[in-house]
């Protein structure tokens, strides 16, 4: 069993739609990390959190830390937000666990 | 935001040669750098931490003779793979946290190399 497990592990949609990506994992964390991957193989870190609620633009990521769980939400859904989105979570002693990535196309 | 440079983007190698790949944050110091490898359709695999001064602490499954990382400023790592074989073949990224963010510190990622060994 991985210690990071996304859902769904595709996902395609409408413009305009409201997405949500789920992570949940089964280790402690310092932190949990979205990622965002373009096809080219860049990545960006879109968020960093270890309790409560972020937002940025039309992005949105929550955490659970008590049942842990993690949400990223987009809004408003863009052919542009076209990526794989990888959860990933740390620990102390930079340990890293890594989702498998939930790759996402947003269809005009 | 904070850069990571990743060098180079693309090469392609014959079998039994090394390879280096450079690793820089370009606008902040970074004590620690990791390295990463990631296969298609798949997702980041951690091969080793690197620690500026320090010898790196690779994942286990990981060759260290295979995979010589050196760490020997703040703003620079390398990964070398050594004598490398098509199953080298990967996408090798490379990520660095600002020194002042501590170990759960925000994550900066290079543009990735991606290495082809013929």
């Known amino acids: 069993k991985n210690e990071v497990e996304q859902s769904p592990q595709n996902l395609t949609a409408q413009e305009g739609e409201f997405i949500t990506i789920n992570c949940s994992y089964s280790v402690g964390i310092s932190a949990l990390h979205w990622l965002q991957q373009h096809p080219g193989g860049g990545i960006v870190s879109l968020f960093m959190?270890?309790?409560g609620k972020k937002k940025h633009g039309r992005l949105i990521a929550t955490i659970n830390i008590q049942e842990k769980h993690s949400s990223l939400h987009i809004t408003a859904s863009h052919p542009r937000d076209s990526a794989v989105y990888i959860c990933a979570v740390t620990r102390t002693g930079n340990q890293f666990y890594f989702g498998t990535g939930t790759s996402l196309t947003v269809i005009p | 935001g904070a850069v990571v440079s990743q060098h180079p983007s693309w090469v392609i190698c014959k079998s039994g040669t090394s390879v280096k790949i450079e690793c820089r944050s370009l606008?902040?110091?970074?004590?620690?750098m990791f390295w990463y490898r990631q296969f298609p359709k798949q997702s980041l695999m951690l091969m080793a931490t690197?620690?500026?001064?320090?010898?790196?602490?690779?994942e286990q499954g990981v060759e260290k003779d295979k995979f010589l990382i050196n760490h020997a400023s703040l703003t620079l790592s390398t990964l070398t793979v050594t004598s490398a074989h098509p199953e080298d073949s990967s996408f090798y990224i490379c990520?660095?946290?600002?020194?002042?963010?501590?170990?759960?510190?925000?994550?900066?990622f290079g543009e990735g190399s991606r290495l082809t060994v013929l």
């Open positions: 959190l270890s309790s």
């Open positions: 990520s660095a946290s600002p020194v002042t963010s501590g170990s759960a510190g925000e994550l900066f």
């Open positions: 690197s620690n500026e001064g320090s010898k790196a602490t690779y």
């Open positions: 606008d902040f110091q970074a004590t620690t």
